[in-house]
């Protein structure tokens, strides 16, 4: 089946710098989404993003599709986004499911 | 528009007993989903729903837990007898379609089997 991979596993920052989370992925995909999952479980759409660039505030992504990875850009890191960061990607010939890397745990220092 | 609602939040159980959670989509989503989630781990997909049909059901350890979705909305995931490996957070799920959307969670339903 189809491999998620995010870096890095784990990150910590002070408040105010940026950061680049990287999810790659083994095929090709139809459907990929972002999401934090913050600390009370729940986990939010980020961007639905299977190629091409968004921006949502201080929140950006762009996917290449033909080189397999996604990257998701935080700046201006507030202690509000701390929480784990998961990619999820799915194949139309897999019924649309969603599989799910690993997550990045990002902690933000005040 | 409300969301995907999930319930209850939170559930101890002793191992061999039995829990059922329940799940209401966001309103038109036909495509439902049941995730389990272990502590420190990605969300691994349990069951996927189309309308009342299911689609995918291949991780879905059949000898202990059961899921419908009698009328195309609302959904019950059911564990019996439970086992201490069961403990996690079920996250019920939902999209428009199958494909190419946009796939909504709930707020998740986290089970401790002691």
């Known amino acids: 089946g189809i491999q998620v991979e995010q870096s890095p596993p784990d990150l910590i920052l002070q408040e105010g710098a940026n950061s680049t989370l990287r999810c790659n992925f083994s095929d090709s995909v139809n459907n990929l989404q972002w999401f934090h999952q913050n600390p009370w479980g729940q986990l939010i759409n980020l961007f639905y993003?299977?190629?091409g660039t968004k921006q949502n505030g201080r929140l950006s992504a762009t996917t290449v599709a033909t080189e397999r990875y996604s990257l998701l850009y935080i700046s201006s890191s507030q202690t509000t986004d701390s929480g784990v960061y998961f990619c999820a990607v799915a194949l139309y010939n897999q019924g649309g499911k969603l599989i799910f890397g690993q997550g990045t745990e990002l902690s933000v220092k005040p | 528009e409300a969301g995907v609602a999930q319930s209850p939040r939170y559930k101890i159980i002793e191992k061999r007993q039995s829990v059922a959670f329940w799940c209401n989509p966001i309103?038109?989503?036909?495509?439902l989903y049941w995730y389990q989630q272990i502590l420190g781990q990605g969300p691994k997909l349990l069951i996927q729903?189309?309308?009342?049909?299911?689609?995918?059901d291949s991780q879905l350890p059949k000898d202990r837990f059961s899921a419908e979705r009698l009328k195309g909305v609302d959904s019950t995931l059911k564990i019996q007898p439970a086992k201490l490996e069961d403990s996690a957070v079920y996250l019920c799920?939902?999209?428009?379609?199958?494909?190419?959307?946009?796939?909504?969670f709930g707020e998740g339903s986290w089970l401790t089997v002691v």
């Open positions: 729903f189309q309308n009342n049909g299911v689609v995918d």
């Open positions: 799920a939902s999209s428009l379609q199958q494909l190419g959307n946009t796939i909504y």
């Open positions: 309103s038109g989503h036909a495509t």
């Open positions: 993003i299977p190629s």
